[in-house]
């Protein structure tokens, strides 16, 4: 039973545009919520993250989105790059404790 | 470069064989985390150390798994009789694990293939 739901499975854009990832939660004692970005045969590296008291945060291109009552979050990636191609996993977690991830998005971005 | 190390990076075994992996965490990290990772999916959860105390393990660790860390500093994922089904990326992270500094913080990752 996977905890936390990610979509799209993938998406391509061009240089430049807006990948949008989301995801959806239903445990409410998730108070963290990161992402990681992987590349192919490397493990997962942590990208951003953000805790339900904001409902925005940026670091770089990329943005996180936060909707605590709708329990949904996303990911922009503003000004794609091709570099930006990979995987990216969103996950939860509860009070310091296992992450639960989504099951991934492939990113492709065309230059 | 995490600082999270994993060895070995690949192993190739045949069915029925023991396997064993090691992880090296962030120096001054507490706890230690080992996930699995199949083809198209996200890591999933295995089991998690504080310093040396095993605190849980997931229902995917069978009694065949088996997890130490002795000192609280390196670990150790041991896989008997390994089946096809084992086949996977074994990924280990580490944390301070001090309230809100909980970021996880992951390895390259051990590639297992059971012919």
């Known amino acids: 039973q996977q905890q936390v739901k990610q979509s799209p499975q993938s998406l391509i854009v061009q240089k430049g545009g807006i990948p949008i990832i989301n995801c959806a939660y239903e445990n409410t004692a998730f108070d963290y919520f990161p992402w990681y970005q992987q590349f192919p045969g490397k493990g997962p590296a942590l990208l951003i993250a953000i805790r339900p008291d904001v409902s925005e945060k940026k670091e770089g291109r990329f943005t996180i989105s936060f909707n605590k009552s709708a329990k949904q979050f996303s990911l922009h990636i503003m000004d794609s790059q091709p570099g930006d191609s990979a995987t990216y996993f969103c996950a939860a977690q509860p009070n310091d404790y296992k992450l639960s991830f989504g099951a991934g998005t492939t990113v492709t971005v065309r230059a | 470069d995490t600082g999270v190390s994993q060895d070995p990076r690949h192993k190739i075994t045949k069915r029925g064989q023991n396997v064993t992996f090691r992880c090296d965490p962030i120096?001054?990290?507490?706890?230690l985390y080992w996930y699995r990772q199949t083809l198209g999916q996200g890591p999933e959860f295995l089991t998690y150390f504080q310093n040396e105390a095993q605190l849980e393990k997931s229902r995917l660790l069978s009694d065949r798994f088996s997890a130490e860390r002795p000192k609280g500093s390196f670990s150790t994922l041991e896989i008997q009789r390994t089946e096809q089904g084992d086949s996977a990326m074994y990924l280990c992270?580490?944390?301070?694990?001090?309230?809100?500094?909980?970021?996880?913080?992951f390895g390259p990752g051990t590639r297992l293939t059971v012919l």
């Open positions: 120096s001054e990290h507490n706890r």
């Open positions: 992270a580490s944390s301070l694990g001090q309230g809100r500094n909980n970021e996880q913080f």
